[in-house]
């Protein structure tokens, strides 16, 4: 017996393992010790994409109590941990490229019992100087502009599996996107609404949990 072929799926974190961004709600719910707009500057060309996180991040001021709460409020999917075990007993790898904040990252799948291969930007909070970013310099999907290069993840993945799935929501999820066969994409949020716009196919999700329910459907252990 051959083994069978090993597949693989990036998905970012917020927004699709997840209902809510980090960014949003710190934005919205976290007081500021910033005195501008550090996403306008990013908007305007002034600085990069982890420039405009690290000085957003790093400008809250908030207790662990309120940094706790923002983080119950993204709303990991519930049922993760169970569609991650089918998906791996099925066969499946799962990668988690993000160019948010590996601390936050990994404290959720650590409350819920998930371990997952994950690259994004580490990062430390503490009261006193909100959450500080740091490059990712030592790894091998590392890009300045974001720390971590997503769609050198998506590519690593197809050299292995020319039918790796993708499954994100926002604007640096558009480029990995579409690397993968059309079929292979899973969007929802501002991704959704972008391949609506221009027509291009796309499988639309609303939780994470659908995409492990849908991959699982076409290939059962």
Not at 167 to 191: E, Q, S
Request: with cysteine.
């Amino acid at each position: 017996m051959h083994k069978p072929r090993q597949r693989i799926l990036v998905s970012d974190f917020d927004g699709t393992m997840t209902k809510f961004d980090f960014f949003d709600l710190a934005r919205r719910d976290l007081p500021s010790a910033a005195d501008h707009d550090f996403w306008q500057d990013y908007v305007d060309g002034k600085i990069t994409h982890f420039e405009a996180l690290a000085g957003i991040f790093g400008s809250i001021r908030a207790d662990w109590a309120g940094l706790e709460q923002v983080l119950a409020g993204m709303q990991l999917d519930p049922t993760l941990k169970d569609s991650v075990a089918r998906l791996r007993a099925a066969g499946w790898e799962i990668v988690v490229a993000s160019a948010g904040c590996g601390w936050y990252i990994e404290r959720l799948l650590q409350q819920a019992g998930v371990d997952l291969d994950v690259h994004a930007n580490p990062g430390e909070f503490a009261p006193e100087t909100g959450l500080r970013l740091a490059l990712p310099t030592d790894s091998p999907y590392f890009k300045r502009e974001t720390g971590i290069d997503k769609p050198a993840i998506v590519r690593a993945a197809l050299a292995r599996d020319p039918d790796a799935v993708f499954a994100g929501d926002g604007r640096p999820d558009l480029a990995p996107a579409n690397l993968v066969k059309p079929g292979n994409r899973f969007a929802t949020g501002w991704l959704a609404h972008h391949f609506r716009n221009v027509g291009e196919p796309f499988r639309p999700f609303e939780t994470w949990s659908q995409i492990a329910a849908a991959l699982l459907e076409e290939s059962p252990c």
